[in-house]
């Protein structure tokens, strides 16, 4: 019996009049990796954001439904948002890292969580680099500018960042559809080694990629969640007929 | 394409404006130039004035001008900057306080800088100094008078919205994406501002800071009736002093001058210095500001 | 081995707590970014109190004008800077802006109330900073009398029978504005056009920030220019006899002006989308016509908004006022004639004024009516042309 991580309850999202969302329900296991697919502005994204409370940057935005981590609410008016994040990680789209360098970017979160010995942070920084498999490559060069890797190592150097303030859950924002191939592999191996340990959601516009990285996959379309099921049922076997028409290629 | 008499005529003339505005800027420096550059020296920078004016350097003006415009700068650059700030990360755009405060940054930009003086008038001389005056020195006229802090920080209100624009500009060069993973990871939105988006701003406040320090260096209109002197034997020793400033002197002399053949050297040579130092911070401010613009491409 | 992290230290997100989630309620109080946001949001506010102050200390000192009673008059001179005033002897080279004013102005007694006879001019050619130094009012007039005479044409403050005359210079002012507006304009506006439609990429990018260089200019530098070359310059060539006037006066204003109106007209170009350029030239429309009847009609809310704003600078401009106009305050239509300007009165008389007198509020007076001015343009350029822009763009 898997543990539920996240169970969502009849979550709405709305943009001034315009609804993003409309009562969406799910149970997101532990220690898996969740796919969110579906065409381009069905919501997925948006849904994601929900998780981690990005959404509530926004300006004009209004939530309604619950969203259960760990015995609460995380909607709940008590709830600290900045402890939150800490606890729920996120990789964007493209990398992000800050103008600094690796080790800055890596220490980062455990600075601002108030951890300043030199030896522990550096022991935290050696273990997510290690985390996000980018230690031999730039192990020699802690201290160069971030901006100067490459794409594909940028994004390794953001996972690195998220997986320092030790996470639960890792939320992806297509993480890999700025990457070349290759460094997409590595991303997807990484996503594979990680969920061991971590619960991993992964919004991707790439379907073979869900396919291929995830353990269950949901089917956003406007801003409905139409299926979700094991992932492999639903590339070969989905019961909504839409699920199978977005799958086969019918529209998208 | 076929190029019609009307296109080139059209692209000539405005080509002409252009060519007639760089003529007009390179005309200024040059006559300035050529006039005062022979009398330019060390000891005319360093000395002060000699024989009613008509000798000697204009070493106190170039201090006053300095000492008021250090005030002004440590008053109006940290005032502005955080007004930027609030500008940039804490203004939601659809709230009334936000949009008044711009009109408001918009209004104080706008403003004849002879009205600056009014204010350092009615306000810092009179009500501010007097008020103190009252308190601290029973009536007696000390600070309800002209002096170098009244000019200083009326001033500082000159160059507020200069310092707001450039630094709020700078900070909204920080891209979105850097912003939020500093939130995604957990940081509060102070820590965001003070870790991330202000280091990555500085040139923008080096820039606000040098346009400001500009500015404050060549305005007259406002230290006219708040501090200015033409002629003063000692450097100003205390807040409350009157002070000597290279624009007032410029002015003063070009047209209250009784020794016009004497005075003619200095009031170029005067003049040079002040448009060498304006002129070089502005061209650092535009350099710097063509970076931070190229940043964001 | 990759394991996972362990962070013992984690202040917040909690390990060994038996209750995982507690730590995620209870909202934490955060000191510094309480604090942090209360100042900044303090900070900012003061913005706003700043133009309130503005408003309210500048019209404070005009209140005793609009008072029944007369004005204080306390005798508290108001300390003047420590400028010795020296004898004025004519200026070599403007024989007629400065006077030789040692001697006392010489003034007809005149009943109260009276227009005066046009004998004045003699007196109005003098440049009143100077004519009033050696010359105190015998009597302190009535404010009341002095507001029934702002409308009148004579500004003689300093007299036996002070007149308060505003309307010269409005009058001046606006000419001086009328002239440098002509001429700053077009230049303004052609070289925007040709910077933002014609200019080549790596020109463009030499040409603006060179152009903004010249707003980098202390009006004082510009003032002295036009004192000391413009004026002569201006003189040869046009062969008028006063050397110092409205038209010089103006033509200075404009190298002030024309920096304001350029780059603001410059944005606006650059603001219209690039699209419609190129659907103008996928056309086959040249860039001439492309720019004079695609981009500048789609443009003119913001060239509006940046002739307001030109406007405004030269109406508030006194330094260069007061070293190229020639300071008399008459109202002739002849543009080679002195000119006296609103701020630039203020900025000749305030220092030698006695504080709180008629004078006094009356120069404040001035004060306010350039400050309502200025706001009124601006807010006018703000909201009306920037809806009007807004409102264009979305196919109003």
Redesign the interface.
Known sequence: MKDIKVNVKDLSVFYGTNMALNKISMEIPEKKVTAFIGPSGCGKSTFLRTLNRMNDLIDNVRIEGEVW????D?Y?K???V???R??VGMIFQKSNPFAKSIYENIAYG?KI???SQKQ?LDE?VE??L??AAIWDEVKDRLHDSALGLSGGQQQRICIART?????DIILMDEPASALDPISTAHVEALIH?LK???TIIIVTHNMQQAARTSDLTAFFYLGELVEMDKTRTIFTNPAKKQTEDYISGRFG | ????T??IV??S???M??L???F??VA?LT??FI?GWSHLSWEFLTEFPKEGMTKGGIFPAVVGTAVMTLIMTLVAVP?GA??A???AE??SERSI?AK??R??????A??????????G???FI??VGFNADKLLFAGE?HWG??NILWASLTMA?LT?PIV?VSVEESIRTVPREVREASLAL?A????T??QVVLPGSITGILTGTILAI??G?????PI??T??????AELPTSLSD?FMSL?YH???M???S?N?DETLPI??AT?LV??LL??S???V??VL??RIRKKVK | M??????K?????E?VKPE??S??????F?F??WL??R???T??????T??A??FI??F??TLPIFSRHTASGSGEV??S????P????P???SPES?SEAAAPVELKPEPYGVEPAAAADADTTKDAA?TYRSHVSEQEPSPSSAVSTLLSKDWQPVSDNPRFGLLPLFFGTLKVTLIAILFAG???I??A???A???PNRIR?F?K?????????????????A???LATFLQNLLGYSGRLNGFVGGIAMA?AA?PVI?TLTEDALSAVPRTFTEASLGL?A???QT??QVVLPAATPGIFAALL?GI??V?????IA??ATGNAAVISLNPFDSVRTL?AT??AE??EVV?GDTHYSV??LI?SL??IF??S???LA?FYFKNKLIRKFQGK
């Open positions: 981590m760990d015995d609460i995380i709940h008590d709830v600290d900045v402890n939150l800490k606890k455990p969580n108030g951890i522990k935290i273990l997510s290690k985390q997986l320092a303030v030790n996470p080694e061991k340990y971590y | 394409m076929k190029r019609t009307k296109d059209v692209k003339l405005t080509g404006s252009v007639l505005i760089l007009v800027i200024i006559v300035t006039g005032f955080i007004t700030i609030y500008l804490y203004a306080l008044t405060i009109f408001a940054v918009k209004t104080l706008v403003v004849p800088s002879i009205i600056f003086g009014l204010f008038l009615g306000f009179k009500f006229l008078q002209p209100l507020l707001i957990g509060t939105k102070w820590q501002i003070r500009s500015r260096a060549g305005e007259v209109a006219l009736f501090g200015a002197a033409y002629y003063l009157q624009g410029i002015y003063i070009s047209t209250q009784t016009v009031q170029f003049t002040l448009l304006t002129f911070l502005s061209l401010a535009v500001r063509y | 990759v394991k996972k992290l362990k962070s230290k984690d202040a917040s997100v390990t995982p989630a730590s995620l309620l209870r909202k934490q955060r510094s970014d942090a946001e100042v900044i949001k900070v900012a506010f003061l913005s706003i700043i133009v102050l503005i200390f500048v404070r000192e108001q300390p800077p420590a400028m010795t020296e004898s004025y002897s200026e070599t080279y400065y100077s077009p230049i303004a052609l070289a056009i040709y910077t439609m014609f200019a990018e040409i920030p060179a152009i903004e260089l010249l707003a980098g200019f202390p009006s004082v530098v510009i003032g002295f220019f004192l000391m070359v190298l024309i350029y086959g040249s860039l001439r720019a004079f704003l405004g600078r109406f508030g401009e006194t330094m007061l070293m701020s203020i900025g305030m220092a504080f120069l404040f004060g350039l400050f200025t706001f343009l601006n807010a703000e």
